[in-house]
């Protein structure tokens, strides 16, 4: 089993800062790219920043430059940190990873953690 779980969702200002978290756990040979999504009420979910293997980095037009996508490879974990944030970044933000399991025979997919809640409100 693979799992996904993201940390450090929460209430901040118009303005301010967060910093959220998603560590893989599970039976993991490797993990390809890396990203997040978000999806606000009554909307779609969009993709909001994603990261290649090697780093590579692709971000959505609405938080370049505000948003920064970051991964530890060897803690299996990946960021995005935000800043100047604004009333429409509320949603709830979902890490997703494309990971390769370590069984015979291998088998790669696409896994999703259940989201962590970023609320931009004064």
């Known amino acids: 089993q693979v799992q996904l779980v993201e940390s450090g969702g929460g209430l901040v200002q118009p303005g301010g800062s967060l910093r959220l978290s998603c560590h893989a756990s599970?039976?993991?040979?490797?993990?390809?790219?890396m990203g997040w999504y978000r999806q606000a009420p009554g909307k779609e979910r969009e993709l909001v920043a994603r990261?290649?293997?090697?780093?590579?980095?692709l971000y959505a037009d609405s938080v370049k430059g505000r948003f920064t996508i970051s991964r530890d490879n060897a803690k299996d974990t990946v960021y995005l940190q935000m800043t100047s944030l604004k009333p429409e970044d509320t949603s709830i933000y979902y890490c997703t990873a494309n990971i390769r399991r370590a069984t015979i025979p291998t088998v790669t997919g696409n896994y999703w953690g259940e989201g962590t809640l970023v609320t931009v409100s004064s």
């Open positions: 990261i290649s293997s090697n780093g590579s980095t």
């Open positions: 599970g039976n993991i040979a490797s993990i390809n790219a």
